[in-house]
């Protein structure tokens, strides 16, 4: 059975810190793409980072580079995504996924994170920013 969890969100202050992990089996982590989503209330679900776990090329969304960093632990089948310098508008339910890539990085011809090509989702996590 395939799995991906979520966790370590929560509520943090403006200009915090939050580190998420995303926790998987049940596939070859090594075959896959990981992508860490967000969706906030009456938006649409927007990819913020990803990671290739063959020779670990990251990509990251213009509104969270310089402040968000993913990585992935190929021995733990797990990927994190560090997070600092928080905004309120940072506040969404994030969500995990694996792509089926052979473990290399793909994004769209826009260089953008594909939300339809993610084979595998967890259930979220949710992240508020507040003060």
């Known amino acids: 059975e395939v799995q991906l969890v979520e966790s370590g969100g929560g509520l943090v202050q403006p200009g915090g810190s939050l580190t998420l992990s995303c926790a998987t089996s049940g596939f070859t982590f090594d075959d896959y793409a990981i992508g860490w989503f967000r969706q906030a209330p009456g938006k649409e679900r927007e990819g913020v980072a990803c990671i290739g776990t063959r020779g670990g090329s990251t990509y990251y969304a213009d509104s969270v580079k310089g402040r968000f960093t993913i990585s992935s632990d190929n021995a733990k089948n797990t990927v994190y995504l560090q997070m600092n310098k928080l905004k309120p508008e940072d506040t969404a339910v994030y969500y995990c996924?694996?792509?089926?890539?052979?473990?290399?990085?793909?994004?769209?011809?826009?260089?953008?994170?594909?939300?339809?090509?993610?084979?595998?989702w967890g259930q979220g996590t949710q992240v508020t920013v507040s003060s």
């Open positions: 996924a694996a792509e089926s890539t052979l473990g290399h990085l793909v994004l769209s011809f826009y260089g953008t994170m594909m939300t339809s090509e993610y084979d595998y």
